[in-house]
């Protein structure tokens, strides 16, 4: 299928996707993927055959698209957004990856009720990052509904990440730093054990904005800090490993 050939609505555009040969239907009048989802997909120690992969929260489909160019396993997301699942299934049309990717309309939480428990190998999930308080919610049902935590918790996320794992499948997360000691407070109740943590930081000295967290099913207690990654260098442009995953290897000067 080729962008001639896929049906946008009202303001929906295709953008490419950088160093993949993919595209993805986006509208600014809902929320558009961001650098958090690119980490993430960069970040997940994935199975490169096999086994079975869930992205969570799975907005326009971001995830499901980056992380088909690193492996052949098959790949599902799951979002409860009406608009955005069909958007995500639109744009593994105009890619042609049907066979790879599937994309379900549903509430993460119940998902576990028509798949059964511990059948993925690997879970990636970008979820609200902002407890619902009820004063700065936006008008945007669906930029507020990717924002703020009103179809989903922290809690119910990992909850439902360890009902889906098997024992000995991984999660991996990115999440804001202010709510790394809820995150692992509420992995551990789960019995998901924190494997790997990485912080990412705006420039090397501002504190960091976002944390990417990988944890294992069943695990044993052991945690490794990565080294930071830093976005931007002194001069305000990328980084050289920003430069990487974004541009390839051609990206890096």
Known sequence: M??????????????DLLTHELGIIQSDEVFSFSMDAVLLARFANIPRRGGRILDMCTGNGIIPLLLSTRCEAVIEGIEIQPRLADMARRSVALNQLQERI????????????????????YITVNPPYMPLNGSDIKLNPHQAIARHEIHCTLEEVIQAG?????????????HKPQRLAEMISLMHKYRLEPKIIRLVHPRAHLEANMVLIECIRDGRPEVRLQPPLIVYDNQGNYCSEIMEIYYGSEGKS
């Open 2 to 15: 080729n962008q001639e050939e896929v049906m946008l609505h009202g303001s929906e555009r295709i953008d």
């Open 102 to 121: 599937v994309i379900r309309e549903g509430d993460l939480r119940e998902l576990h009720r028509v798949t059964g428990h511990g059948v993925y190998d």
């Open 162 to 174: 360890a009902r889906l794992l098997r024992s000995g499948g991984k999660l991996g997360m990115v």
